[in-house]
């Protein structure tokens, strides 16, 4: 019987694989996970797909452009020394964005201190 250890290689040997194929795209007959799409976001496969936006770590850095999507997630680490007017800042950012579900799901280190 295979071990999680086992397990765990096998997984990350099919990754490997498959990022060298494809590098930019994970995917299955259910999941794609994009990883760079320089020339805009990813097409809409159909109607029941759902694009799901994660970032994190961006540390109070709010000059990027963030991909359109139908869920935005933040991870963690908004804000670049945790200070409350710097999540402030963060959270305002978060809600203009276009995403119809924003959430932020994860503290990290600098706002838990």
């Known amino acids: 019987m295979p071990t999680d250890e086992d397990t765990r290689a096998l997984i990350i ?18 999941t794609r996970i994009y990883t760079d799409y320089p020339e805009g976001p990813p097409p809409l496969p159909g109607p029941s797909w759902t694009r799901i936006v994660c970032i994190a770590d961006t540390h109070s850095r709010l000059d990027f452009k963030v991909p359109d999507g139908d869920v935005f997630i933040h991870a963690g680490d908004l804000t670049r020394r945790g200070h409350l007017h710097q999540l402030k800042e963060t959270f305002e950012w978060i809600c203009e964005m276009p995403h119809p579900i924003k959430m932020s799901v994860v503290t990290g280190k600098r706002e838990s201190d």
Request: without cysteine.
């Open 13 to 30: 040997a099919k990754v490997e694989q498959v990022m060298e194929q494809q590098p930019s795209v994970l995917q299955t007959s259910r």
